[in-house]
């Protein structure tokens, strides 16, 4: 196909995914450099395999720096498992886990965590109509916590922490699904980070777990063999069949990331990305967004048109245009651009475009 057809694809996940990734994975298809067969039927223990495997764990090491006590892990069940598999493994029945409650990704951390001990709610953006992240310092946090749970991008709602929490010995564990790889962090300053990969890293299905040594073989003897971080670490991920396919194309990603320069690259164009799409909206009194600036996140911009009634003609003209996906979550309503790495400043500039036309017709 003439690539040039392809859409601007804002979708929130599974998302957009680098055209030149699609194009190797079509070229490797059938034949993977010369053996005569797929990926996708290859045995997860094979040479060829385990080589594509390694390869897509070195270069994530090396794009987040990841430092040598931490695991690197591959899973399936997407992030939502890990709500409980991080519980499971990291608190103690007796013990409590504080969460940050700022929308509804950390709320569903939140409500399944309950399931298996005691939660202690530290913070919650509700008193901000989750428009804004209560400071460190207003934080309820428990005197023995076994971990503090948030969510640094809220995919749905918009809003993401642009600071790290700092609590001394209590491991941080960080559902990164939607910003992961869309700026340099560092890896130290957390117990663990997890990331299902359709919005950011590959196809939907993984998760990625990165996870400091010293929290692994803390299961509970009634923590599922599938979800103990030791046995997958223990395992390589491949305690049982791993999500092969998926694993693959989140390397070639990888592969991708690194020849546009990496996290520091991505970091740049993100910044302008953003910059371009709120000052479009800012700047008109026909398009809003209400998160606080400094909790507006990068990856996700949800924002409103003046009158709803025009919703379904702006979706309609964007999709003529071949700008996909704009719907806004169905629990917020309006518009929703979602600006991952694989969507790229053109594409920003296409709906931005858009959006002054749109305007200038209806406003
Ligand atoms: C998409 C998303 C999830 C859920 O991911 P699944 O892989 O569908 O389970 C969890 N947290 C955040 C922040 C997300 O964006």
Redesign the pocket.
């Known amino acids: 196909m003439d690539v040039s057809k392809r859409a601007f694809n804002f979708c929130?996940?599974p998302a957009a995914l680098p055209t030149a990734v699609l194009q190797r994975a079509q070229a490797e298809m059938l034949d993977w450099q010369g053996k005569g067969l797929s990926v996708m039927e290859m045995s997860h223990r094979s040479d060829e395999y385990m080589a594509i495997a390694a390869k897509a764990e070195q270069d994530l090491r090396d794009l987040l720096v990841v430092p040598n006590d931490y695991k690197v892990l591959f899973l399936q069940?997407?992030?939502?498992?890990q709500f409980a598999e991080i519980p499971l493994n990291l608190l103690p029945e007796e013990g409590v886990a504080d969460y940050v409650d700022t929308g509804i990704?950390s709320k569903?951390a939140i409500e399944e965590a309950k399931r298996f001990g005691r939660i202690n709610v530290a913070a919650s953006a509700k008193a901000h109509d989750y428009f804004a992240i209560p400071g460190q310092n207003d934080w309820q946090l428990s005197k023995d916590a076994a971990y503090l749970h948030y969510?640094s991008?809220?995919?749905i709602g918009g809003l993401q922490f642009d600071w790290v929490p700092e609590l001394g010995d209590t491991p941080l564990v960080v559902?990164m699904?939607?910003d992961i790889l869309s700026r340099p962090i560092d890896v130290s300053q957390f117990g663990l980070i997890y990331a299902?990969?359709?919005?950011n890293i590959g196809p939907?299905?993984l998760?990625v777990v990165i996870v400091r040594e010293d929290l692994l073989g803390r299961a509970r003897s009634s923590c599922p063999t599938m979800l103990d971080y030791k046995v997958s670490a223990d395992n390589g991920s491949m305690y049982n069949t791993p999500a092969t396919y998926s694993w693959y194309l989140s390397g070639l990603v990888f592969e991708w990331l690194k020849e546009q320069g990496g996290v520091e690259a991505m970091e740049r164009i993100n910044r302008a990305k953003q910059e371009l799409l709120y000052k479009a909206i800012d700047d008109s009194d026909f398009y809003s967004n209400p998160v606080a600036h400094n909790a507006r996140s990068w990856m996700n911009v949800p924002f409103r048109l003046a009158d709803e009634k025009l919703d379904k003609a702006f979706l309609a003209g964007a999709d003529a245009r071949g700008l996909l996906n704009l719907k806004g979550h169905r629990s917020v309503g309006g518009m929703r651009a979602s600006i991952y790495n694989a969507v790229g400043l053109d594409a920003v500039e296409a709906l931005v475009a858009y959006m002054a036309e749109f305007e200038k017709e209806h406003g």
């Open positions: 929130a996940g069940g997407g992030a939502s498992q990704w569903k969510c991008n809220e995919t559902d699904s939607s299902g990969a359709q919005k939907s299905g998760v």
